[in-house]
């Protein structure tokens, strides 16, 4: 396993978007584990022993941490459970395991990162520090993610359509347990890097001022209630769901929320999000050249 793990830390050094998104959150996060690479280090894959591992599996594997999601054409569920109870009737029986972060200082200025990579196109990342799970304004930051990607958008209109600078662009917002982040990319020719910078960092600007269309808007909502419906299709992708939102405490029915969640969502809240979180002097600027 660790000669896999150190051959996808590998792998990864050759990405240009992995490269970059490590970049943002090393940069973005000063003191929280997410500015950490998930796979680990060289040096800390190679350190992990057995028994530091059979030590995390005891402390981590209980029935209070667990949870459970079948979802199926069940015949008889009492069945069913009986016969999970008899697999799991092993599990140890034990206090819920909670993981305690250090609180995240905000960041109060610009942070710029310039990274080369031996590559042909150049890479711009705007990232903004936002929210956690928990916050309404997730649905919000969700469409306006959905707006900045939209081939058929503002973004994609400026960049790709009438200047013709990038063909691959697109956002995301990223909650977590902890407050997340929201970032805006765009990979083109080096020599265009700054200027498609200042178009994405334009683009924020006037969200804060300027209502989107109804007709803009509404497509928007449309496609994005379509992709979720859509990524709940197979018994596995809603047992996946349900399971980590009831991990993570927003109940396991909450994917019910979405549709009326988005179709709630008012122009003026998509510029109040705007306000609050596309700050004009605290973000990361990430770009990565040739």
């Given at each position: 396993?660790?000669?896999?793990?150190?051959?996808?830390l590998?792998?990864?050094?050759d990405?240009?978007?992995?490269?970059?998104?490590?970049?943002?959150?090393?940069?973005?996060?000063?003191?929280?584990?997410?500015?950490?690479?998930?796979l680990?280090?060289?040096?800390?894959?190679?350190?992990?022993?057995?028994?530091?591992?059979?030590?995390?599996?005891?402390?981590?594997?209980?029935?209070?941490?667990?949870?459970?999601?079948?979802?199926?054409?069940?015949?008889?569920?009492?069945?069913?459970?009986?016969?999970?109870?008899?697999?799991?009737?092993?599990?140890?029986?034990s206090?819920?395991?909670?993981?305690?972060?250090?609180?995240?200082?905000?960041?109060?200025?610009?942070?710029?990162?310039?990274?080369?990579?031996?590559?042909?196109?150049?890479?711009?990342?705007?990232?903004?520090?936002?929210?956690?799970?928990?916050?309404?304004?997730?649905?919000t930051?969700?469409?306006?993610?959905?707006?900045f990607?939209?081939q058929?958008g503002?973004?994609?209109?400026?960049?790709?359509?009438?200047?013709?600078?990038?063909?691959?662009?697109?956002?995301?917002?990223?909650?977590?347990?902890?407050?997340?982040?929201?970032?805006?990319?765009?990979?083109?020719?080096?020599?265009?890097?700054?200027?498609?910078?200042?178009?994405?960092?334009?683009?924020?600007?006037?969200?804060?001022?300027?209502?989107?269309?109804?007709?803009?808007?509404?497509?928007?909502?449309?496609?994005?209630?379509?992709?979720?419906?859509?990524?709940?299709?197979?018994?596995?992708?809603?047992?996946?769901?349900?399971?980590?939102?009831?991990?993570?405490?927003?109940?396991?029915d909450?994917?019910?929320?979405?549709?009326?969640?988005?179709?709630?969502?008012?122009q003026?809240?998509?510029?109040?999000?705007?306000?609050?979180?596309?700050?004009?002097?605290?973000?990361?600027?990430?770009?990565?050249?040739?």
């Amino acid at each position: 396993q660790k000669i896999l793990n150190l051959g996808a830390l590998k792998a990864q050094k050759d990405d240009i978007f992995t490269i970059g998104s490590l970049l943002v959150k090393k940069s973005l996060y000063s003191v929280h584990p997410y500015r950490l690479n998930p796979l680990g280090s060289e040096e800390s894959i190679k350190n992990i022993t057995q028994k530091q591992l059979f030590e995390f599996h005891q402390k981590y594997v209980n029935s209070q941490n667990m949870i459970l999601c079948l979802f199926g054409d069940f015949p008889d569920t009492e069945q069913i459970k009986h016969k999970i109870n008899a697999l799991l009737a092993n599990i140890k029986n034990s206090n819920r395991v909670s993981i305690n972060t250090a609180a995240e200082p905000p960041i109060k200025e610009i942070k710029k990162i310039i990274q080369k990579m031996n590559k042909e196109q150049s890479l711009v990342m705007l990232t903004w520090p936002t929210i956690d799970l928990f916050n309404p304004d997730r649905y919000t930051l969700e469409l306006v993610s959905s707006l900045f990607s939209d081939q058929d958008g503002r973004l994609f209109k400026k960049i790709r359509e009438n200047l013709g600078l990038s063909y691959t662009l697109g956002a995301m917002s990223q909650p977590g347990l902890d407050k997340g982040y929201f970032l805006i990319y765009a990979a083109c020719s080096p020599r265009d890097s700054q200027i498609v910078k200042e178009i994405i960092l334009n683009e924020t600007k006037d969200l804060k001022t300027i209502l989107i269309n109804n007709e803009e808007l509404n497509r928007i909502k449309t496609g994005l209630i379509g992709e979720n419906l859509m990524s709940m299709q197979r018994n596995s992708d809603l047992a996946m769901r349900t399971g980590l939102d009831e991990l993570y405490g927003l109940g396991f029915d909450n994917y019910k929320q979405f549709k009326t969640k988005i179709e709630s969502i008012s122009q003026e809240d998509i510029i109040n999000v705007a306000k609050e979180y596309f700050l004009d002097n605290a973000y990361v600027t990430c770009i990565i050249n040739p």
